[in-house]
């Protein structure tokens, strides 16, 4: 069986957070949000070594905090990119240089979706060693209107063939490796996923289990949100 690898994306400078510092190292109860994140992957009994992408000013502080927080998988951490493929591909090229097993995956995880589980984990792994590659996905719950001046609307988008992505997104290493080379070619160079990039290379995605739990910390209600799910219990009805 190859390996598991974890690839965390924490090049971002979280602008719309409006703080001082990068959100993947905001504070919440003493502990960044990246090493909740760390965490989720340092448990999982399947992910066999973590890398981390990371802003060039913040790789000191991570390796401190990985040291503190016994995240004893961390075993690279690479500089960002100018956006996030260009990231996602340096991490990538670096697994692939050092991963060279045709059965060696890798799980492309946000570093601010801290509330990861270690089912959607167990999932992705299952998925992706199935059929190929797995990106994690919930339902579209909601009523889905498109506009075209941001302000009113005439159109509905029908959610029943709608799923709404999440990460990790997992690829076995050489394939991920050989699309990003194929899409440098093709001149597709800002994808907003891993998973969009696929599906502008014409490849067929396959789909795991998410959660609304899942959360993508991008704005301060995020945060809150986050908090409040870290100290919930679930009521005895629930389980």
Not at 55 to 61: E, F, P, S, V
Not at 96 to 122: G, K, N, Q
Not at 137 to 158: F, G, N, W
Not at 195 to 200: A, G
């Amino acid at each position: 069986m190859g390996k598991n690898i974890a690839l965390i994306i924490a090049g971002g400078v979280g602008a719309r957070m409006k703080q001082d510092i990068p959100k993947q190292f905001i504070n919440v109860y003493d502990k960044p949000v990246i090493v909740y994140t760390m965490e989720a992957f340092q448990r999982h009994p399947m992910i066999d070594a973590i890398e981390i992408v990371c802003l060039d000013d913040w790789q000191g502080a991570l390796s401190a905090y990985a040291r503190q927080f016994g995240i004893a998988k961390l075993d690279r951490i690479v500089s960002g990119g100018k956006n996030g493929q260009d990231s996602i591909r340096n991490g990538i090229y670096d697994i692939a240089e050092r991963y060279t097993d045709d059965d060696d995956i890798v799980l492309i995880h946000d570093a601010i979706r801290p509330m990861l589980s270690e089912e959607i984990i167990t999932e992705n792994i299952r998925v992706c060693r199935t059929y190929g590659n797995a990106i994690t996905v919930i339902p579209c719950t909601a009523a889905m209107l498109k506009t075209y001046d941001s302000l009113s609307t005439e159109e509905q988008v029908p959610r029943d063939n709608l799923k709404i992505t999440q990460t990790p997104q997992a690829f076995f290493v050489k394939d991920i490796a050989s699309a990003h080379k194929e899409a440098l070619a093709k001149g597709i160079t800002n994808s907003v996923a891993s998973c969009t990039m696929y599906i502008e290379l014409g490849r067929k995605l396959y789909m795991s289990k998410g959660s609304e739990k899942n959360l993508k910390l991008t704005t301060v209600e995020d945060i809150e949100i986050f908090k409040a799910l870290l100290h919930a219990e679930k009521d005895a009805w629930m389980h």
